[in-house]
Nanobody, 127 residues
């Protein structure tokens, strides 16, 4: 089966950090763009960052620039998202997703914009 599985979410205090991971199985990431996305309740699904199959990185969303760092490791078939200086407004379901070759260009995305999504993992930032 083709799967993406996120891990590393949880409850974190404001100012804290999280490291999220995404593991692909049933396929290899080499030919896919992979990105991290998030969706807060009642809001649109937002692209955090994305790296194309060729290694071209999309700009980080304005809301996370300077605090979020994405990486991919094709050899391990994984990607990671490091989040620092967490704010309450970072509370959301975080997803990884892949798309053949190229990253989506829009800041806000529909499920259909990507080929495969993980189920998502909750990150809650609260005191």
């Amino acid at each position: 089966q083709l799967q993406l599985v996120e891990s590393g979410g949880g409850l974190v205090q404001p100012g804290g950090s999280l490291s999220l991971s995404c593991a692909a199985s049933g396929f290899t990431l080499d030919d896919y763009a992979i990105g991290w996305f998030r969706q807060a309740p009642g809001k649109e699904r937002e692209r955090i960052s994305c790296i194309s199959a060729g290694g071209t990185a999309s700009a980080y969303a304005d809301s996370v620039t300077g605090r979020f760092t994405m990486s991919r490791d094709n050899a391990k078939n994984t990607c990671d998202l490091r989040i620092d200086s967490l704010k309450p407004e970072d509370t959301a379901v975080y997803y990884c997703a892949v798309r053949r070759i190229h990253c989506p260009t829009d800041t806000y995305v529909a499920v259909s914009d990507m080929d495969l999504w993980g189920k998502g993992i909750v990150a809650t930032v609260s005191s």
